[in-house]
């Protein structure tokens, strides 16, 4: 069955499954969600208003993590996103669930204040993620000791989620000179083929950032 992927360039989420699908060339459509008529293909297969989505045939797989595994299944490549082992599956899964709950969904609080454009509210959201985030690098400092990608040697759906979450949170709340372990795996993720090709494709949208993306990266 072909494959087309509902998605954003500048999307985290969707990000994170292109950043899957490039690293084992895993043939696709692109359904950009700007384009006309995407979006209600979209809405009719998964009607929450989130995104990516994938079609494969008559079937539909929403949820990045879910996307990515359900592609490691039926549509293998050279690069394994989840091992086989079973603990180091649960690792690399563990990672994950990090990498969106406590770095992406932190980093986001303060966009959404944003784009609803009260300016205490952004202020107060902002203090908060520069809180949790903190206590993110601290934690990454520590766990990433030693490892080249989040869940030891091997790139993996959990180095999927981190690449776009470090990447955004970066702008948010800048990684500090005390987290050099954690800027230092941001930048080989920056390096990476695949999340660098992401970033490219999604340099035009930049100006959707509402508070204002940095000049760097």
């Known amino acids: 069955m072909s494959l087309t992927l509902y998605s954003h360039p500048f999307s985290s989420y ?8 490039w690293e ?22 998964w009607p929450f ?16 993590s879910i996307i990515i595994e359900y592609l490691d299944i039926h549509h293998p490549g050279p690069a ?15 990672m994950d669930r990090f990498f969106d709950n406590y770095v992406m ?19 107060a959201a902002l203090t908060a993620a520069a809180t949790a985030l903190d206590t993110a690098y601290a934690w990454l ?10 869940a030891g040697e091997m790139f993996s759906m959990a180095d999927c989620a981190a690449a776009p979450s470090l990447f955004y949170a970066d702008w948010v709340h800048e990684i500090a000179d ?3 372990t954690v800027r230092a795996y941001r930048t080989r993720l920056l390096a990476r083929p695949s999340f660098a090709r992401a970033v490219e494709e999604a340099r035009p949208y930049r100006h959707y950032f509402p508070l204002g993306a940095p000049d760097r990266d």
């Not at 520590?142 to 080249?148: A, E, K, V, Y």
Request: glycine share 8%; charged share 25%; net charge negative.
């Open 80 to 94: 394994r996103m989840i091992p086989e082992d079973r603990t180091a599956a649960l690792e690399v899964r563990f």
């Open 14 to 21: 969707c990000q994170k499954v292109l950043i899957a699908l």
């Open 24 to 45: 084992n060339e895993t043939p696709f459509t692109y359904r950009h969600l700007e384009d006309p008529g995407a979006g209600e293909e979209r809405a009719a297969l």
């Open 105 to 123: 969904t932190e980093m986001q609080k303060p966009v959404f204040e944003a784009i609803n454009g009260d300016p205490a509210s952004t202020a």
């Open 141 to 150: 400092e520590d766990r990433l000791s030693g490892r080249t990608w989040a």
């Open 178 to 180: 005390q987290f050099p």
């Open 49 to 64: 208003g989130r995104f990516p989505v994938l079609k494969n045939g008559p079937g539909m797989v929403a949820e990045s």
